[in-house]
């Protein structure tokens, strides 16, 4: 096994061995491109020195066998004390995990060395900056020194020399430096600085290897699922230097505009500087287009450059590069982000360029990019004040009146006010507050922190973790730099997406993407948006590709009309239990309350002729395509007034000795029905078991409907849905009493109706005995919602708010099952009820309609689970209909 790697040995596919950096030098080196040169250690020797505790025994030997190369290749030795060699020792994993790991510059500068490097470069200043550099590294990572004693030290040395910078510092001034380092170093670590350079380059490659482990990498590899065993590859690469005066310098580009996907020029560039200048943003960079007059020769190189990685990769690159003395060096390369705009647009350019085909399209763009697409946002012509930038947690744009407390929010919301929610932090306590509001703005936390969490999980706008703005919850106000006040009651304007906070009202503009999904707009009109165009053509290409069909949740014609103008091919799922709300809810209350069989069936019968015109309304919206109709599912006591509510009004009518019967008669009845476990009671086709006539009523109407629908020339397409089931027997018995309405029905209207009947997988023992509960079923439909509930055991109404923020935080999970498919576990399940279903009945439709159904990554999970549909909110259908796509190609 070979642990080394020249860079002239890999090539980018090897990202595995030899992590992304590392394969993408290789890449740009056989190329030809001026990289300088090095080698990489693989991964599999840091896998190795993780798992045993060393370094594998080969590996020295190797690495001195390529070091004596590189050193042959640059006619120096490593540190040699009259012209050193210099290498940088830098991490770089698989995967790229940004700040993460370590990096260590200018490995073999010594007391020694750090002389012949002033010589050689004619600079003593640029040499002992390079060798202070070093100790502050090496000292920081290598040797766990704690990097505020440097920075204080440094800060010292600059008020010594009046400097405001540290390229002020004199070649004296940083000599001094060098001697306060050694001395922290030797003070800190019980030895000295290592003045041996091969010593020096080994511990630096252990401290990468070492920082695979740190506790920052761990955490980020939990939350993005990168998998632990991985391990982390090294790159040794030799120096060059950007800092060596006005003829050098450093900079990034990207190979096109990442914000817009527009060809041209740009990046930035900082004369006279290091690379961790330009990201540490010392100095103020300039645009790239300016090095075309600093330095013509190496523009023009770069410009090549840069097209020649464009066409390579096929896509978007962002580089970084050094120009040494009017040398250009590249230091880096890789497949550059890109905002979802941008991606849609590069996307199809690159196949108008030729470069990629359509199934490659898909790859480039994702759900998530085009969600974020279809969210309103801040008409960007409008001057707006900005006050501040926190963390993007909700996308979205939200305009109300600064509140400070979850009270007051609820308070000024129900008097018709638009409400901001600022928070230092949310808590449990504030879960009131934040529904009530627009949106959420906090100054603490990341994107899991609880107001983060929460506020996707409402769907609610949430700029979080801003940092800048101090939140004063006494005082009712809120300071952004400069002493700006924001004060309760001033208007504030959060974008969700860009983590932008405004002072003031900033107007809002409709999503293009909407539009052009509503018909509003046209793709292929003149002058129609760009972006519109992009978006039309990617999703054209998947939808001829996708193999599972797209449905929408929707409980009235106006979603379903909506949903179909999306794209949905039927209606996967329409709740009934939202057709009894409102003035019905008296209807159903006097159901729950009949004490007589004919006090229930003219409570039935009120509701019938109702349900029937909902339901020729929906057929109608989505005629000629499937509508999927579940009877009712939730627990009844959500029909009844609150108990306590109610107890205080009897009391309050008994004290007055005023008539209460009803009431009274209503609080038995919520004392009858309540259940600890509402979730687990008495819903679903419990309730069509337990309550006679309710779902025989449901089925008369739903059959009424298609029949009506059938005599006006339409084409309804009603499959009739039991939530809930647990047992084959509990089907057989429902569906034996629907067959004879639907016959009744048939027999009254003179129409044949072709009704399907299927069930809810939504219990594991639904999932377990699939295939008996598919000899009474024509479909399946998996409620992903109460199945992760029940499999996990997960109150889903309680969960986000109580303690999902401590799992993410500790990286149980990166995401919650409730939103992407846990495929190891509720996915096992689906797995395995839909082979057992399947062997049952060959032609058992399987679709799944619960949240999940919208998620991209668990799109991609039914689609190889084989299911034929997915079926999830209107908005979302475009997503899923993209990543089903996806999927297929
Ligand atoms: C489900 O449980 O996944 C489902 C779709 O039903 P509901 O969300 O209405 O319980
Ligand atoms: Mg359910």
Redesign the pocket.
């Known amino acids: 096994q070979k642990f080394v790697y020249d860079f002239s040995e890999g090539n980018k596919d090897l990202k595995d061995l030899l992590g992304g950096k590392g394969a993408n030098l290789a890449e740009m080196t056989n190329l030809g491109l001026p990289v300088p040169p090095g080698f990489t250690i693989t991964t599999a020797a840091c896998k190795v020195y993780l798992e045993s505790g060393a370094e594998p025994s080969a590996l020295r030997e190797e690495v001195s066998t390529h070091l004596a190369a590189l050193e042959e290749r640059m006619g120096k030795k490593l540190g040699q004390a009259d012209d050193p060699l210099l290498v940088s020792v830098r991490s770089g994993a698989k995967f790229s995990m940004p700040g993460m790991m370590d990096t260590v510059l200018n490995i073999g500068l010594s007391d020694a060395s750090v002389h012949g490097l002033a010589a050689q470069a004619g600079d003593e200043r640029f040499a002992w900056d390079s060798y202070r550099r070093l100790i502050q590294m090496f000292g920081k990572t290598v040797l766990g020194v704690d990097g505020e004693l440097f920075e204080e030290a440094l800060e010292e040395a600059k008020g010594a020399e009046g400097a405001t910078s540290d390229v002020e510092l004199s070649a004296d001034g940083l000599r001094r430096l060098v001697e306060r380092f050694k001395g922290i170093v030797a003070h800190r670590t019980g030895r000295d600085f290592p003045q041996d350079p091969r010593e020096q380059m080994d511990l630096a490659v252990r401290a990468v290897f070492d920082s695979w482990n740190g506790e920052r990498a761990k955490l980020y590899r939990r939350q993005e699922r990168i998998p632990h065993d991985l391990g982390t590859a090294v790159n040794v690469c030799s120096m060059v230097f950007g800092n060596l005066g006005a003829d050098s310098g450093t900079g990034v580009a990207f190979t096109r505009d990442p914000a817009s996907g527009q060809q041209g020029v740009y990046g930035d560039y900082l004369q006279n500087a290091q690379g961790e200048d330009v990201v540490a943003g010392i100095r103020n960079t300039v645009p790239l287009a300016e090095l075309e007059e600093l330095d013509k020769v190496s523009y023009s190189q770069l410009m090549q450059i840069m097209e020649t990685l464009e066409t390579h990769y096929r896509d978007l690159c962002d580089i970084e590069f050094t120009i040494e003395r009017g040398k250009l060096w590249m230091l880096q390369t890789r497949v550059g982000k890109r905002t979802a705009a941008a991606a849609f647009r590069i996307a199809t350019q690159l196949v108008d360029q030729g470069l990629i085909d359509e199934a490659e399209a898909l790859q480039r763009v994702n759900g998530s990019q085009l969600a974020q697409l279809m969210f309103p946002r801040f008409d960007t012509d409008v001057k707006a004040e900005r006050i501040g930038w926190g963390i993007a947690a909700s996308p979205g744009a939200a305009v109300g009146k600064a509140v400070f407390d979850s009270y007051t929010a609820v308070k000024w919301s129900r008097s018709g006010e638009k409400v901001i929610l600022v928070r230092r932090e949310t808590n449990p306590d504030d879960l009131d507050g934040m529904l009530a509001a627009e949106g959420i703005l906090t100054s603490r936390g990341g994107k899991t922190s609880h107001a983060a969490v929460v506020a996707r999980g409402m769907g609610k706008t949430c700029v979080c973790g801003a940092e800048e703005l101090e939140v004063d919850t006494k005082r009712r106000r809120l300071t952004a730099p400069g002493g700006l006040l924001v004060e309760e009651g001033d208007t504030v304007s959060i974008d969700g997406s860009t983590g932008k906070i405004y002072r003031g009202e900033v107007p809002v503009v409709p999503s293009p993407v909407v539009e052009y999904f509503e018909g509003r707009t046209q793709a292929g009109a003149e002058g129609a948006d760009e972006l519109v165009r992009a978006v039309h053509r990617v999703m054209e290409y998947a939808d001829r590709v996708r193999g599972l069909r797209v449905r929408a949740n929707a409980d009235n014609a106006d979603d379903a009309s909506r949903a179909r103008r999306f794209g949905a091919q039927g209606i996967g799922l329409c709740r009934t239990e939202h057709m009894f709300l409102g003035e019905r809810r008296e209807m159903v209350e006097r159901l729950i309350l009949a004490d007589t069989g004919e006090e229930r069936d003219a409570a039935l019968g009120g509701l019938l002729p109702l349900q029937k015109d909902d339901f020729v309304e929906l057929f109608a919206a989505m005629d000629g395509l499937p509508v999927t109709v579940r009877l009712l ?1 939730p627990p009844l006591h959500e029909f009844l007034p609150d108990i306590t509510e109610l107890s205080v009004r009897v009391a309050l009518a008994e004290s007055r000795h005023e008539p209460h019967e009803n009431e009274l008669r209503l609080l038995q009845a919520v004392h009858r029905l309540h259940e600890q476990n509402p979730m687990l009671g008495l819903r679903g086709v419990r309730l069509g078991l337990v309550i006679p006539g309710l779902f025989a009523m449901q089925v008369r109407a739903l059959a009424q409907a298609a029949a009506e629908r059938k005599r006006a020339g339409g084409d309804p397409r009603a499959e009739i849905m039991i ?2 089931v647990g047992t084959v027997q509990e089907l057989e018995i429902v569906r034996e009493e629907a067959e004879q309405v639907i016959a009744e029905v048939e027999r009254e209207y003179g129409v044949a109706l072709a009704l399907q009947l299927g069930t ?1 997988i ?1 219990l594991p023992r639904a999932a377990l005995t699939a295939g008996q509960i598919a000899e009474s079923a024509d479909f399946f439909s998996f ?1 992903t ?2 199945l992760t509930q029940t499999v996990w055991g997960f109150s889903r109404d309680d969960v986000e708010a109580s303690f999902f923020t401590a799992y993410l935080e500790k990286g149980i999970f990166g995401v919650s099952p409730f939103e992407t498919i846990d495929k190891d576990g509720v996915g096992a399940l689906v797995r395995d009820a839909v082979a057992a279903g399947r062997a049952t009945r060959p032609d058992l439709k399987l679709g799944v309609c619960g949240e999940h159904g919208g998620d991209p990554e668990s799109v991609h999970f039914f689609h190889e689970a084989g299911l034929d549909y997915v079926s999830c909110s209107p908005f979302r259908v475009p997503v899923a209909r993209l990543e089903a796509g996806r999927a297929a190609a």
């Open positions: 599912d939530p809930l809810m939504e409620g919602n109460d």
